[in-house]
């Protein structure tokens, strides 16, 4: 295992001026924290290859995912994107203005839509998870497949108590 790192040393700052306390939070959390400034600029990096922004990844990523022929509801990229409906309509709209999605009537119901991915938002979004895996596999060489794995559990594990609070 290698050496102390930056947290460690914040830590042991703290333990020394508030001994009482139990730090233990703060070295899991700030190493979180400190991780994801390090992926975000890499995601942003992996999505314009495909000339995409994280945003646009986010809503045509749901959409690949949902298998042939590619489409939801809006209300369902809502949920998977976790963002308002306005906002969600506002993206759809460039999303379609860029011809990486289409919106179409939806045929069980007249009266609804769906957006469907387009070959061009499929090539890009493909592009872009290729790209992203790439990245994130940068990212974790320091780390071997079992070390990832466990790493992950850990995580989902902690991501559960989020999810049911």
Excluded at 67 to 84: A, E, F, N, R
Excluded at 93 to 116: H, K, N, W, Y
Aim: charged share 30%; no cysteine.
């Amino acid at each position: 295992m290698s050496g102390s790192d930056e947290v460690d040393r914040i830590v042991e700052g703290w333990e020394r001026a508030r001994p009482e306390l139990d730090f233990t939070p703060l070295q899991v959390l700030s190493r979180v924290r400190r991780l994801a400034r390090q992926l975000e600029p890499a995601r942003k990096a992996a999505f314009s290859t495909a000339g995409l922004d994280s945003w646009e990844f986010d809503v045509l990523s749901g959409l690949r995912r949902s298998g042939p022929p590619y489409q939801l509801t809006p209300k369902s990229l809502l949920q998977i994107t976790l963002v308002s409906s306005g906002t969600m309509s506002n993206r759809i709209d460039r999303l379609v203005s860029r011809a990486l999605v289409e919106r179409r009537i939806d045929p069980t119901d007249g009266r609804g839509v769906l957006v469907v991915l387009t070959d061009e938002g499929r090539r890009r979004v493909d592009a872009a998870i290729g790209a992203l895996l790439v990245a994130e596999a940068e990212l974790l060489d320091g780390l071997s497949r079992s070390d990832q794995e466990r790493v992950a559990a850990l995580l989902r594990k902690l991501s559960h108590s989020f999810d049911s609070a």
